[in-house]
C-alpha cells in the first residue's frame, strides 16, 4: 500500500497479473523508491476520475509506453476502469500522451444501479456488482464494481459526473480442496491417471467396484478465495449509498437474509475514504457490518509521523540542510496528507471492528491461506533527520568543519559587498558581456531577502526518479506573491516538503500565474492537481481565476479536462506574451484613456526577441488582448514588469520565459530591477543568449553531461557544458544548471573558470537573491558531500 501525498493507491499483486488501485501524483517516485516494478501492470482501475486519484496516470502510462516499446502495431496494452467520465479524461489526455493504442479504457455503467421510482424519483442503490471482464485476463481474481452516487445528486440539476465513486470487490478464485488417497481407496480407485482426472473435475469408473466415482468423493471441500474491498466515499451522501447498496447485502455478516453458510467473509476492507468521512455515524454503521474484516485506514492521520515518504530524497535534502542551511531549508518529513482528523476511536457499540491506520508498505498477503493477514516486514523503520546526520557524521567527518566555513559565507562585511559593486563599475566599461558576470549587479545593492527566492521544486527530467523530481520551478516573491515556471508532477508534494502542508497551501493560495514552458508531461502533468487545490482552498472566498500561460497544445489539455472538473482557470498562450503582442497591446491602448502607463516599461528594446516572436506570425485574439491587459494588472501586484516568453529549439511551441521586477529606490538613488531567465528545453541557441543579456540569473536545462553531445543534440537538450557556454557569452550574472538526466544525482564535473558564477540545483534548493554572491561557493563543498561513489 502507498499512502502518499494524494490519494493513496493500493497495489493488488499476482504471479500473472497486476492492479493498480488509483494512480493519485507521486506513485512512480513512490515505486522507484521502493524498488516496485511497474512494468507488468495490466489493470488501473480508479475509485473517482480528478486530479486526486488520477494525478499520475499520464506520467504511468508514458513510462510503460517507454518500457513496452509502445509501437502502434504492438498488441499490448493497459486496461483502465473507472466511472462514466473515464473517457472524459483519457480524451483530455490525448493532447500529450501518445501510443493510445496501448491504452484500453472500459466505462463501468451507471444504468444497472439505477431504480427509478413511480413518481420520476431517481434512486441510486446499488442492486448489481458489475463485474470486470476482459478477454485473457482475471486468471487468479474476479473484480466487481459498485457505482455511488448520491440520490439527491441524481434528482437534482447540480448532477456531475465528478459525483460517482466506485466501491471495488476483489475475490480470489477458491482453491480447490485436497485430494484425500484414503476415501480413493475406499472407492476402488488404483494409482494412475483416474486420479489426475478426478482432481481435473471428471467423473471416472471405478476400478474395483461397480461405481462411479465422481470429484466430490474424494476431494474435500474448496477453500474459499479472500475477498478485499477498496471503498471511497469522498463524502458522507456516498457512505449513505454505501449503507443503502443492496449490491454487498450477501458480504454482511449481521444480513438477516444471509446464513452462515452462505456469507461471502470480507477479509480486508481497504477505506480510501477521508477521515472526516469515515469517522461520521453512517460510515460506522456500515462498518459495524462486517464482524471479522480487517480494517485499514488509508487517509487518517497519525500522530507525531516521522519517517518521509521517500527516504533517499529525504535523506539527501537533510544532508545538504546540514551543509549549508541557508540555501536547502530543513525538509518536512510528513508523510502523510493532514485531514485535520485522527483515525478514528473504535470504542464502545462498534469496539468488534479491527481498525488501523495505513502505513507505506504495510501488506495484506491473501495467499498462501496459512499466511493471511498483515504483514508489517516492509514498513519503514523510523528514519529522522538526527538519523542521516549521524549517518553523514560516520561516512564524511570532515563535513562538519565544511559546514562550518559554509556559514561564514552569510557573514561577509560590509566592505567586501561595496567592492563588488566597485568591480562591477569598472568591468562593464569593458564592453564585453562575458566578463561582467563576475561583478555584482546594481540589482544587488542593499537588496533585502524579502525581494525574491527561487525555489527548485524539481530538477531532473523526463520521468520523476527517487533522487529528483521532475520541473517545476517556484518563484517566492513573498508578500507580492508567487509564480510557477512549470508544473511537473508531483509539483504539490514538493510543495509540502519545503514548506510543509500548511505553508504549500498558503503559496497555492497566493499563486499569481503558473507558466507552462511546453507540452511534455514532466513539465505539466502536476497542473491540475495545483488548480483543484487552489479551487478548493479558494470556495466561497471572492478572487479572480488562476491565469494559466502556456504553448496551444497545453491549452487544448486543460479545455478538453475542464469538462472533466472545474479547474478555475483562464488559459493565455504564450505567443500571446511575447515581445510583439506586448508591444500591440501597447499600441491598443494609446487609445485607452484609463490606460496606466507605469505597469509595464516599452517592450521594443529587444530587437532580437522581437524579430524570433513576429517570425511566428501569430495572431492575437480579442480575448487573448482582454486577458492581457487583466495580466498587466497582475503582474504589476506581483511587482514584475516584465514577463516574456521566447521561442526555443525542442519541440514545437516550446519556449523560454524572461522575468524582470521593477526598479526600487535605495537611499534616494534609483536601483534597477533583477532580470531572471528560464529556458525551458532546449538546445544552445541565439534566443537564449540574446534573452539572457545582463540576466542576473540565468536558469539554463543541462540534461546531458558533455560526453553526450550527440545524444543531447539528437533529443533537442543541451550538455552542462553547453548551458554554461550559453550564460557565459550572455554575460549572466549567475548560471543555475537543471533539468538533468535521472542518471545523475550527483554533482557533475565541472572546470575552475565555470565554478566562478556557476550552480548545481538540488530538490527544494532555495536560492535568495542576496545569497548570489556566495552561491558558486557551494560547489567545491556539494563534492565533498557527495564523494561516495553510491548514493544510499
Given amino acids: 500500500m502507498d499512502t502518499q501525498e494524494t490519494s493513496p493507491s493500493v497495489l493488488l499483486f499476482f504471479n500473472n497479473e497486476r492492479f493498480i488501485f488509483n494512480a493519485g501524483e507521486g506513485l512512480q517516485r513512490f515505486c522507484a523508491e521502493h524498488k516496485i516494478k511497474l512494468s507488468q501492470v495490466d489493470h488501473i482501475c480508479l475509485t473517482r476520475v480528478c486530479s486526486e486519484t488520477a494525478g499520475g496516470l499520464p506520467g504511468l502510462l508514458l513510462t510503460l509506453a517507454g518500457i513496452k516499446n509502445g509501437s502502434p502495431e504492438s498488441t499490448e496494452h493497459v486496461d483502465i476502469w473507472g466511472p462514466p467520465n473515464l473517457d472524459l479524461l483519457v480524451n483530455a489526455m490525448k493532447n500529450f500522451v501518445p501510443h493510445a493504442t496501448m491504452v484500453k479504457a472500459h466505462i463501468i455503467p451507471r444504468s444497472d444501479n439505477v431504480m427509478v421510482h413511480g413518481n420520476g424519483a431517481a434512486l441510486a442503490s446499488s442492486l448489481h456488482a458489475e463485474e470486470l471482464q476482459a478477454e485473457g485476463k482475471f486468471k487468479a481474481v474476479s473484480i466487481s464494481a459498485i457505482l455511488l452516487t448520491p440520490t439527491d445528486l441524481l434528482d437534482g440539476s447540480h448532477f456531475s459526473s465528478n459525483d460517482t465513486s466506485i466501491v471495488y470487490i476483489c475475490n480470489l478464485h477458491d482453491i480447490r480442496g485436497e485430494f484425500d488417497p484414503r476415501k480413493a481407496k475406499a472407492c476402488g480407485l488404483k494409482k494412475g491417471r483416474k486420479l489426475g482426472q478426478l482432481q481435473n473435475g471428471i467423473s471416472v469408473k471405478s476400478d474395483l467396484l461397480d461405481i462411479e466415482v465422481h470429484p466430490d468423493d474424494v476431494i474435500g471441500p474448496p477453500i474459499p478465495g479472500p475477498i478485499v474491498l477498496i471503498v471511497d466515499c469522498p463524502t458522507e451522501p456516498h457512505a449513505q449509498e454505501l449503507l443503502s447498496a443492496q449490491a454487498l447485502n450477501a458480504y454482511y455478516s449481521d444480513s438477516q437474509s444471509n446464513s452462515p453458510e452462505t456469507t461471502k467473509v470480507v477479509n480486508c476492507i481497504i477505506h480510501l475514504s477521508p477521515a472526516t468521512v469515515v469517522s461520521s455515524p453512517v460510515y460506522e454503521r456500515w462498518m459495524r457490518k462486517f464482524d471479522s474484516a480487517q480494517h485499514i485506514m488509508a487517509r487518517t492521520t497519525r500522530e507525531h509521523e516521522t519517517t518521509p515518504i521517500l527516504e533517499s530524497s529525504a535523506r539527501i535534502a537533510t544532508r545538504l540542510h546540514y551543509l549549508c542551511p541557508q540555501l536547502f531549508p530543513a525538509p518536512s518529513l510528513l508523510s502523510v496528507q493532514n485531514d485535520g482528523v485522527a483515525a478514528p476511536n473504535f470504542k464502545g457499540s462498534i469496539s468488534k471492528v479491527c481498525g488501523i491506520s495505513a502505513e507505506n508498505l504495510l501488506k495484506f498477503t491473501l495467499r498462501p491461506p496459512r499466511r493471511l493477514g498483515l504483514d508489517r516486514s516492509s514498513v519503514q523503520n523510523q528514519m529522522t533527520s538526527s538519523v542521516f546526520i549521524k549517518e553523514l557524521l560516520s561516512e564524511i567527518p570532515e563535513i562538519a568543519d565544511a559546514?562550518?566555513?559554509?556559514?561564514?559565507?552569510?557573514?561577509?562585511?560590509?566592505?567586501?559587498?561595496?567592492?563588488?559593486?566597485?568591480?562591477?563599475?569598472?568591468?562593464?566599461?569593458?564592453?564585453?558581456?562575458?566578463?561582467?558576470?563576475?561583478?555584482?549587479?546594481?540589482?544587488?545593492?542593499?537588496?533585502?531577502?524579502?525581494?525574491?527566492?527561487?525555489?527548485?521544486?524539481?530538477?531532473?527530467?523526463?520521468?520523476?526518479?527517487?533522487?529528483?523530481?521532475?520541473?517545476?520551478?517556484?518563484?517566492?516573491?513573498?508578500?507580492?506573491?508567487?509564480?510557477?515556471?512549470?508544473?511537473?508532477?508531483?509539483?504539490?508534494?514538493?510543495?509540502?516538503?519545503?514548506?510543509?502542508?500548511?505553508?504549500?497551501?498558503?503559496?497555492?493560495?497566493?499563486?499569481?500565474?503558473?507558466?507552462?514552458?511546453?507540452?511534455?508531461?514532466?513539465?505539466?502533468?502536476?497542473?491540475?492537481?495545483?488548480?483543484?487545490?487552489?479551487?478548493?482552498?479558494?470556495?466561497?472566498?471572492?478572487?479572480?481565476?488562476?491565469?494559466?500561460?502556456?504553448?496551444?497544445?497545453?491549452?487544448?489539455?486543460?479545455?478538453?479536462?475542464?469538462?472533466?472538473?472545474?479547474?478555475?482557470?483562464?488559459?493565455?498562450?504564450?505567443?500571446?506574451?511575447?515581445?510583439?503582442?506586448?508591444?500591440?497591446?501597447?499600441?491598443?491602448?494609446?487609445?485607452?484613456?484609463?490606460?496606466?502607463?507605469?505597469?509595464?516599461?516599452?517592450?521594443?528594446?529587444?530587437?532580437?526577441?522581437?524579430?524570433?516572436?513576429?517570425?511566428?506570425?501569430?495572431?492575437?485574439?480579442?480575448?487573448?488582448?482582454?486577458?492581457?491587459?487583466?495580466?498587466?494588472?497582475?503582474?504589476?501586484?506581483?511587482?514584475?514588469?516584465?514577463?516574456?516568453?521566447?521561442?526555443?529549439?525542442?519541440?514545437?511551441?516550446?519556449?523560454?520565459?524572461?522575468?524582470?521586477?521593477?526598479?526600487?529606490?535605495?537611499?534616494?538613488?534609483?536601483?534597477?530591477?533583477?532580470?531572471?531567465?528560464?529556458?525551458?528545453?532546449?538546445?544552445?541557441?541565439?534566443?537564449?543568449?540574446?534573452?539572457?543579456?545582463?540576466?542576473?540569473?540565468?536558469?539554463?536545462?543541462?540534461?546531458?553531461?558533455?560526453?553526450?553531445?550527440?545524444?543531447?543534440?539528437?533529443?533537442?537538450?543541451?550538455?552542462?557544458?553547453?548551458?554554461?557556454?550559453?550564460?557565459?557569452?550572455?554575460?549572466?550574472?549567475?548560471?543555475?544548471?537543471?533539468?538533468?538526466?535521472?542518471?545523475?544525482?550527483?554533482?557533475?564535473?565541472?572546470?575552475?573558470?565555470?565554478?566562478?558564477?556557476?550552480?548545481?540545483?538540488?530538490?527544494?534548493?532555495?536560492?535568495?537573491?542576496?545569497?548570489?554572491?556566495?552561491?558558486?561557493?557551494?560547489?567545491?563543498?556539494?563534492?565533498?558531500?557527495?564523494?561516495?561513489?553510491?548514493?544510499?
Fill in 403 to 792: 559546514a562550518k566555513n559554509m556559514s561564514t559565507f552569510w557573514h561577509k562585511p560590509k566592505e567586501d559587498e561595496a567592492e563588488l559593486f566597485t568591480r562591477q563599475d569598472s568591468e562593464v566599461m569593458t564592453g564585453d558581456p562575458s566578463l561582467a558576470g563576475h561583478a555584482a549587479p546594481r540589482c544587488m545593492k542593499n537588496v533585502q531577502r524579502d525581494d525574491l527566492e527561487i525555489v527548485f521544486l524539481g530538477t531532473g527530467s523526463s520521468i520523476p526518479s527517487k533522487y529528483r523530481n521532475v520541473s517545476s520551478i517556484y518563484f517566492n516573491l513573498f508578500s507580492k506573491g508567487g509564480l510557477l515556471l512549470d508544473c511537473g508532477e508531483g509539483t504539490l508534494a514538493q510543495l509540502k516538503r519545503r514548506y510543509g502542508i500548511n505553508g504549500a497551501d498558503s503559496a497555492v493560495r497566493n499563486l499569481k500565474c503558473i507558466w507552462i514552458s511546453h507540452i511534455h508531461a514532466d513539465h505539466h502533468a502536476g497542473l491540475a492537481r495545483i488548480l483543484a487545490l487552489r479551487r478548493d482552498l479558494l470556495k466561497g472566498v471572492p478572487h479572480e481565476p488562476m491565469l494559466v500561460i502556456g504553448p496551444e497544445q497545453v491549452g487544448e489539455f486543460l479545455k478538453d479536462y475542464k469538462k472533466l472538473e472545474d479547474l478555475d482557470m483562464l488559459f493565455l498562450d504564450c505567443r500571446s506574451t511575447t515581445v510583439a503582442k506586448w508591444d500591440d497591446m501597447e499600441a491598443d491602448s494609446m487609445n485607452d484613456e484609463s490606460r496606466d502607463h507605469t505597469v509595464l516599461t516599452s517592450l521594443s528594446e529587444d530587437s532580437s526577441l522581437l524579430r524570433c516572436s513576429k517570425r511566428m506570425k501569430p495572431s492575437t485574439p480579442v480575448d487573448d488582448i482582454k486577458l492581457l491587459k487583466r495580466f498587466k494588472k497582475v503582474l504589476s501586484e506581483a511587482g514584475l514588469v516584465r514577463f516574456i516568453s521566447f521561442p526555443v529549439v525542442h519541440c514545437p511551441e516550446a519556449f523560454g520565459i524572461i522575468l524582470e521586477s521593477a526598479e526600487r529606490m535605495n537611499c534616494g538613488t534609483v536601483v534597477p530591477g533583477w532580470k531572471v531567465v528560464y529556458s525551458g528545453d532546449t538546445r544552445p541557441c541565439s534566443e537564449v543568449i540574446e534573452a539572457s543579456l545582463g540576466a542576473t540569473i540565468l536558469i539554463h536545462e543541462a540534461t546531458f553531461e558533455d560526453g553526450l553531445l550527440e545524444e543531447a543534440i539528437t533529443r533537442n537538450h543541451s550538455t552542462i557544458k553547453e548551458a554554461i557556454e550559453v550564460g557565459r557569452s550572455a554575460g549572466a550574472y549567475r548560471i543555475i544548471l537543471t533539468h538533468f538526466s535521472q542518471r545523475y544525482p550527483k554533482v557533475p564535473a565541472l572546470d575552475e573558470v565555470s565554478i566562478q558564477r556557476t550552480c548545481i540545483a538540488f530538490d527544494l534548493m532555495s536560492v535568495n537573491l542576496a545569497d548570489l554572491p556566495v552561491l558558486p561557493k557551494l560547489l567545491p563543498y556539494l563534492k565533498l558531500l557527495f564523494r561516495t561513489r553510491e548514493l544510499i
